[in-house]
């Protein structure tokens, strides 16, 4: 009894907005089998040491708890409110005691248990914060799992039980109840056949983006193969404590479906991503026509009688990267309304269960008035349930005010299509979901993971699905630490290399904290030969490295040596799977500087012929040197990719089809090469069939063409038709190994070939290239203003009485080069509307210039807005400069006033609001809104972007989360007002910014006898601008909250003429940056100055009595 207490007590926890699966603290217990069974299967040899109990909460909607301790006769006893609950505690024993795990791609650990299994020395219990833990993006069951085996789900189904997932998508073998709904409906087969697509890309005909398949039609063998994988799916879930989430009809169709049911109300969806009209604008059925009832009800049922009454949560996506047919909110509501009435009247206790994804995907269109309109068709909150798709990069559930008090959860997608680079934001995960949860509205009730694709970087997922058993961020060192004590598990012993290796990746790769560059990156040699645009791009086909690229590499020797200190690590799978991955990681980015050699060796004047040559051998050296040791792991060959696709068939004669499928989802994504590389993957065969050949034509044409003639549509087109020719030539061939190597086995069973391939191979490439690297990248900006677009940049135009506001932020009106540019207005811009404001079309003329730019030269629009009028302005208008500078600037305040990291005044609001108007105004205008805010960590600084922007986020539906810079606040010392608050302080009052992580907890910067130097200050601000144009290649629109000082100094910078701008004033300004060759020239940085002498009494300053601060300004 002392167990059933303490549960039922750790139960006592909040109820949330939706009830969790019913608990109950009584005699009557669920089954244990899937648990028990799960051990069997992972650790046979121990699986009769455990016993599990479940006890259950006296009242509903409680979330999950368990506790492990040490029960009779040796055994481990595990106890918990449900058999997640149960699972979770199994795996804190595991992973925590026995230090042995679970993980893809290499599989159980779990037998690596030496000997006995060692005892519980503290109790452990655990409660979840949060009653869902969920899994699974439905695009995961085409990028990563398109091709399963019930192996490999038996896998990935205990590796979510153990983590805790309780409510996990469940969306495989789905076209089996579609074709038989549209058989009864009296639809031909062929006409169902032109509605699916192919096994790769079922997501998104599911989706109502494609239909039809450009590869063959889907044969139904295969549909009925993953039909009974499901129902293996579904029957493993149930048993080990999970909570299927199934399909339902979200209203697409067949074209034909008018032929059967004319009076229908069916429409044609929008186009998708350029498909041709043949493969996309699928037909939709309003949800208001009784028929989709009728076809709802249908659907549910033949779905309960194949797989049981195991579910009441239904996933269904209308709008998914789909344009509504109208934007009428009584529309969109009555969408919502009509869809959830159908589904109620299928299963009445049904919970729809939508991604969030199209709030963030389309933007612009999802106003939130919109968003309102649209969840407000479901009056019950409790039927709806919202993955907040992005939370960590693209949060949606602020703007919308927590979804309008429908239920959601925090997830993380972090991975689009399948990207295979090192990254993560472990502080993110870690505090966001904390904050977000402890939010005072929020309707937050769980934790889950989104990602497109499930192809590494493992650890980032086990942390925001471990957070949720954590009421306060994870400490990641702690996490890190013993999640590398059980990955190695089967080693004699784990040397101090192997942990600082991941720590060192802790704080570097996996600390990404820049959001313009918020997902896993692309090895650019994976993307479409180009002389410009393929390095630090953010968005689609991301490239961006957030971190130097040395620190791959010394976290890479450190692993790599550790072997050598304990070389029973060559034999642990985990190691040799990691080293692989890091190693193809090291290659990647020293691809990066030596094609940026090349393409600067073919851009000049009279370029080398001999020279491009030599660096692309050195390219093509890369490559090869990454497919060899990519080939020395199966995880890591595009033949298993192949492999697993051709046994799915069933039958032979499907084999060829099911292979095509696969190879043109990871390299041109449609019939040709829509959505091209979006799902490009490093793989040995791939490397060695298709990205080398593709990088051999291309250092090929820089040889034959001059930059003047450089035409990148010519060479797309051309490299199309070998791109298509060797998707077809090599179907025949069954398997693409290319280069793959078999690894022998060596000394004491080391693989020998793993290791010269890694050493021989894999280190000369990179030294090679790191030699390279070191040669070419030395480098570094100059900046210039590009004149004639602002009033700002004219010499006639006067500071003291320029009016932003009356002045539309001083845009001049005006003519634009692009205009009248054919290749300016078609080329890149088809699908583009023509500007119709001077907003729009200075836009489209910036745009034009970086399209038409050298690469090296970028160009942007700064934003740079002075803070509002704050307590220390007024103090030192009173007391004179003088008095302020030698006396009152060092003191937090006097009698009437604070001043110590000056707060605005009333008058500083006012002027904050006022810039919100204008931005407001020139919104309607097409001004383009900031694409990233930077801030100063400074409270006037801080509190004027909040009001300046937050709300203007619901007419652009740009997500507002600044970060905050050091670099760009207020000369450093001696004055008061310069001291920032702590960095917890910050966190508190602004928990949707994005802090540095270089913030340090207190100001460490601010010294109270030494002022930053003029000289100083400017070279600060410059590092400032190398920065942000380092980490926004992809973006031109940069807005900057800063101070007078600080804008001064950037004006300074880039050679703009001195303007003194307002308290609360806005100025644009148009930036050219250009890198040069070289080192930078070096800055006389003047020492910081001291405390002026006073000329007169300070005390006796002001002279009319108490320091009087205004609180209404004419504006």
């Not at 479901?378 to 693209?394: F, G, K, P, Y």
């Not at 870690?430 to 694709?453: D, K, Q, R, W, Y």
């Not at 934003?863 to 030192?876: D, I, K, S």
């Not at 270089?998 to 460490?1004: G, P, R, V, W």
Request: hydrophobic content about 40%; glycine content about 6%.
């Amino acid at each position: 009894m002392q167990i059933f207490n303490l549960i039922c007590g750790l139960l006592a926890i909040a109820s949330t907005v939706v009830a969790a699966p019913a608990a109950r603290c009584d005699s009557s217990e669920p089954s244990t089998t899937g648990i028990e069974s799960l051990l069997q299967r992972r650790l046979p040899q121990h699986a009769d040491k455990f016993e599990f109990g479940i006890v259950n909460a006296t009242s509903l909607g409680e979330n999950d708890v368990y506790v492990v301790s040490n029960g009779e006769n040796g055994k481990i006893k595990v106890e918990g409110s449900s058999l997640s609950a149960l699972a979770t505690g199994l795996h804190r024993y595991l992973a925590d005691v026995a230090h042995v795990d679970i993980y893809w791609f290499i599989g159980s650990r779990l037998d690596q248990i030496a000997g006995q299994l060692p005892k519980v020395s503290e109790t452990l219990t655990g409660s979840s914060v949060v009653p869902y833990r969920y899994h699974f993006n439905t695009v995961t069951t085409s990028y990563t799992a398109a091709f399963w085996s019930w192996e490999d789900w038996e896998l990935q189904l205990d590796w979510m039980a153990l983590r805790g997932v309780n409510l996990p998508l469940a969306w495989i073998g789905v076209e089996k109840i579609f074709i038989e709904v549209f058989q009864e409906l009296g639809l031909t087969d062929a006409e169902i056949a032109d509605f699916l697509s192919g096994p790769a890309f079922l997501a998104w005909n599911h989706f109502g983006n494609i239909q039809g398949s450009w590869g063959g039609s889907l044969p139904y063998s295969w549909v009925d193969s993953q039909f009974d994988l499901q129902k293996k799916i579904v029957q493993r879930m149930v048993e080990l404590g999970m909570t299927p989430i199934l399909p339902a009809f979200p209203g697409f169709v067949p074209r034909a479906i008018t032929r059967v049911l004319p009076d229908a109300d069916v429409i044609n969806g929008s186009a998708w991503e350029a498909f041709p009209t043949l493969y996309t604008n699928d037909a939709f059925m309003e949800p208001t026509d009784p028929h989709f009832t009728e076809i709802q009800k249908s659907f549910i049922s033949k779905q309960t009688a194949a797989y049981g009454d195991v579910t009441t949560f239904y996933t269904l996506d209308q709008f998914n990267e789909n344009n509504p047919s109208s934007g009428d909110l009584s529309y969109l509501k009555n969408v919502s309304s009509g869809t959830w009435q159908a589904l109620k009247a299928a299963a009445p206790n049904a919970t729809w269960v939508m991604q969030g994804w199209l709030f963030s995907s389309n933007s612009a269109f999802w106003t939130n008035d919109r968003v309102e309109a649209y969840l407000g068709g479901v009056t019950v909150n409790s039927d709806l349930l919202i993955l907040d798709l992005a939370s960590e990069s693209l949060p949606q559930w602020q703007r919308t005010n927590s979804y309008f008090g429908k239920p959601w959860i925090w997830c993380q997608i972090h991975d689009y299509g399948g990207n295979m680079g090192f990254y993560g934001q472990v502080m993110n995960i870690t505090v966001n979901p904390i904050a977000a949860l402890n939010n005072a509205t929020t309707s937050l009730v769980g934790f889950g993971l989104s990602m497109e694709g499930q192809e590494g970087n493992e650890i980032v997922y086990d942390l925001l699905l471990d957070q949720a058993w954590s009421a306060t961020p994870i400490d990641t060192a702690t996490y890190f630490h013993d999640w590398v004590a059980a990955r190695y598990a089967g080693s004699k012993s784990i040397p101090t290399d192997v942990y600082n290796s991941w720590d060192l990746l802790r704080t570097t790769v996996y600390n990404n904290t820049n959001l313009a560059s918020n997902a896993v990156p692309k090895a650019i040699f994976e993307l479409i030969p180009s002389a410009t645009g393929l390095v630090n791009r953010t968005g689609h086909h991301p490239t961006t490295l957030n971190y130097h690229p040395a620190d791959m590499v010394k976290a890479w020797s450190l692993f790599y040596n550790s072997a050598f200190k304990e070389p029973s690590l060559w034999l642990n799978p985990a190691y040799e799977f990691d080293l692989v991955d890091m190693s193809r990681q090291v290659l990647a980015n020293a691809f990066i500087p030596v094609y940026q050699e090349l393409v600067a060796a073919w851009n000049t004047s009279t370029p080398s012929t001999t020279k491009i040559q030599t660096i692309g051998a050195e390219l093509i050296g890369i490559l090869t040197a990454v497919d060899t040791i990519l080939s020395t792991n199966e995880n890591f060959k595009l033949s298993t990719w192949i492999s697993a696709a051709r046994t799915s068939a069933g039958q032979q004669n499907l084999e060829d089809f099911l292979e095509y499928d696969a190879i043109n989802q990871i390299t041109l994504w449609g019939p040709a090469g829509q959505i091209s590389d979006y799902a490009s993957k490093s793989w040995a065969g791939l490397v060695s069939s298709y990205y080398i050949p593709r990088w051999e034509k291309f250092i090929d044409y820089l040889v034959d063409t001059r930059p003047a003639q450089y035409n990148q549509t010519a060479f797309n087109a051309e490299l199309l038709k070998w791109e298509l020719q060797w998707q077809n030539e090599t179907i025949a061939a069954a398997t693409k190994n290319g280069a793959e190597a078999k690894v022998a086995g060596g000394v004491e069973g080391v693989p020998l070939l793993l290791f010269l391939t890694i050493v021989l191979a894999g280190l000369m490439a990179m030294s090679e290239s790191l030699a390279t690297a070191k040669r070419s990248t030395e480098s570094y900006l100059t900046y210039s203003t590009v004149k004639g677009y602002f009033l700002q940049d004219e010499e006639d135009t006067d500071s003291r009485n320029f009016d932003y506001v009356a002045t539309n932020f001083g845009l001049i009106n005006r003519t634009y080069d692009y205009e009248g540019q054919l290749s300016a207005r078609h080329e890149g811009h088809e699908d583009e509307a023509e500007p119709t404001t001077q907003w729009s079309r200075f836009e489209r003329q910036v745009r034009t210039l970086n399209e038409q730019a050298d690469p090296n030269v970028a160009y942007k629009v700064l934003y740079l807005g002075r803070h509002g009028e704050g307590f220390h302005n007024v103090a030192q208008s009173w007391y004179g400069d003088d008095a302020w500078d030698c006396y009152w600037s060092l003191q937090d305040g006097n009698e009437t006033s604070i001043w110590s990291d000056a707060r605005l005044t009333q008058v500083g609001k006012s002027q904050a609001q006022t810039a919100h108007d204008a931005w407001q105004k020139q919104i309607e205008q097409q001004v383009p809104f900031p694409e990233m805010f930077y801030v100063s960590p400074l409270n006037r600084c801080l509190e004027t972007a909040a009001i300046t922007f937050r709300g203007l986020e619901k007419e652009v539906v740009r997500p507002f989360r600044p970060t905050v810079k050091e670099l760009v606040r207020e000369t450093i010392g001696i004055h008061t007002c310069d001291r920032r608050s702590s960095k917890t302080a910050i966190q508190e009052e602004y928990p949707d910014y994005i802090i540095e992580e270089s913030l340090t907890e207190n100001d460490e910067l601010w010294h109270p006898e030494e002022r930053e130097s003029d000289s100083a200050h400017n070279a600060r601000l410059k590092k400032f601008l190398d920065d942000i144009f380092a980490a926004n290649t992809d973006n031109t629109f940069i807005s900057i909250t800063a101070h007078s000082g600080a804008i001064t100094s950037i004006l300074d910078v880039v050679g703009h003429r001195r303007f003194e701008l307002q308290t609360g004033g806005v100025i644009p300004v148009l930036v050219r940056a250009e890198r040069l060759p070289g080192k930078e020239p070096d800055r006389i940085i003047e020492p910081p100055t001291g405390v002026p002498a006073c000329k007169s009494d300070p005390l006796a300053a002001g002279g009319k009595g108490p320091l009087q601060v205004r609180e209404v300004v004419e504006v």
